[in-house]
T-cell receptor, first 114, second 114 residues
């Protein structure tokens, strides 16, 4: 079975500091996409960032960036200058079995302390 | 911009009752799916569809039925509700585009089975 592992059930960070959320996955594919989704208390699922596996360059979206290590099958999310609004559950996801069915990790609950 | 619309947002059922969670999208997405979210389990795929008339099982399909008669609608039916089906349900859709497509989520439906 295709799996996605988020080893940190909970993390906390001070406002304005940097935090890294980890994610590892398994795959037999050579070309695929990886995603980080955010779920704030409103319950809405929001795409944070997307990485194409064939691209060497790590994806960046404003304060959010990834550290993608293809050989290690690692896909961590770095949040810089953390803000109170970043407090949420974060899910790592990758296509499982076909390119459009996403398999999600169990999530990391991020708390941002003022 | 309606996006993905789920109804109802909250529902309480008694064991053995049946109900249908409605999902509609107005983005002409080929792919639609249903996930359930339980504490500590992340999101797990129940059923999915790659187009009208085509459905398939995900990771946790037992106790649920789906149909896809139109591109826009993808209802999820609980045939005989059980307490184990107490969960938050999400409908999500995307383009079929080599896995690059972002999944767009509805706001979720919280179901409680007594």
């Amino acid at each position: 079975a295709q799996t996605v592992t988020q080893s940190q059930p909970e993390m906390s960070v001070q406002e304005a500091e940097t935090v890294t959320l980890s994610c590892t996955y398994d795959t037999s594919e050579s070309d695929y996409y990886l995603f980080w989704y955010k779920q704030p208390p409103s319950r809405q699922m929001i795409l944070v960032i997307r990485q194409e596996a064939y691209k060497q360059q790590n994806a960046t979206e404003n304060r959010f960036s990834v550290n993608f290590q293809k050989a290690a099958k690692s896909f961590s999310l770095k949040i810089s200058d953390s803000q109170l609004g970043d407090a949420a559950m974060y899910f790592c996801a990758r296509p499982g079995g076909s390119n459009y069915k996403l398999t999600f990790g169990k999530g990391t609950l991020l708390t941002v302390n003022p | 911009n309606a996006g993905v619309t789920q109804t109802p947002k909250f529902q309480v059922l008694k064991t053995g009752q049946s109900m249908t969670l409605q999902c509609a999208q107005d983005m002409n997405h080929e792919y639609m799916s249903w996930y359930r979210q339980d504490p500590g389990m992340g999101l797990r795929l129940i059923h999915y569809s790659v187009g009208a008339g085509i459905t398939d099982q995900g990771e946790v399909p037992n106790g649920y039925n789906v149909s896809r008669s139109t591109t826009e609608d993808f209802p999820l039916r609980l045939l005989s509700a059980a307490p184990s089906q107490t969960s938050v349900y999400f409908c999500a859709s995307s383009y079929l585009r080599d896995g690059a497509g972002e999944l767009f989520f509805g706001e979720g439906s919280r179901l409680t089975v007594l």
